[in-house]
């Protein structure tokens, strides 16, 4: 990858961050060893893939079936490297649970409910993804297991994946942030 091209959506977003944290575990200085460049939404990172005019981006599970299509290699699965962080993580003001708790309530309990149909019921979920895509059933199933394995039933933020996002921020006082005092975990303690 030295000496590459990247695309990213833009600088600031979460593939710069974890194109970044890839670079790093693979031994590489994200600012000195390969050029990022903007590309924007995954359409347009897709094809600059296959234009050849940049030689790598960071994509999301339904569309690496799409770029092998496109006879292109996956290179790397992020989810294999030794990097804590908070996958799929909902966010809300602190003044939101306090006075409306009940919503959130409600809302969290059909969040976990999706999850746990989406990776118990393959059957249903297939299908319902066949109307958004043009992908056919074996690369539908393959979308589905990878989706499967990266969401976790309760999807609860760790300490150590928030301090992974902490660490990226620009200003040292937002560094000092301690992550269990932004992680509420008191909705999957019933």
């Known amino acids: 990858m030295k000496g590459k091209t990247l695309a990213i959506s833009r600088f600031g977003s979460g593939d710069e961050f974890a194109t970044r944290e890839a670079l790093r575990q693979w031994g ?19 094809a600059a893939l296959q234009g050849r005019h940049v030689q790598a981006s960071l994509l999301s599970p339904p569309q690496i079936v799409e770029v092998q299509r496109m006879g292109l290699n996956v290179m790397a ?3 294999d490297l030794d990097v804590e962080y908070a996958h799929y993580t909902l966010a809300t003001r602190g003044s939101l649970i306090v006075e409306n708790r009940p919503l959130v309530e409600r809302f969290m309990k059909g969040y976990v409910d ?9 059957e249903a979920v297939i299908p319902y993804l066949r109307k958004f895509s043009r992908q056919n059933d074996a690369e539908l199933k393959i979308v589905y297991e990878n989706l499967r394995k990266r969401i976790q039933e309760q999807p609860v933020p760790t300490p150590g994946g928030v301090q992974t996002i902490i660490k990226s921020l620009k200003a040292d006082k937002e560094k000092e942030i301690d992550p269990r005092r932004v992680i509420d975990t008191s909705f999957f303690r019933r």
């Open 28 to 46: 590489l200085d994200p600012d000195k060893d390969v050029r990022m460049l903007q590309v924007g939404l995954t359409v347009a990172r897709m």
């Open 77 to 79: 699965d992020l989810t």
């Open 114 to 122: 999706g999850i746990k149909f989406h990776r118990s019921h393959p």
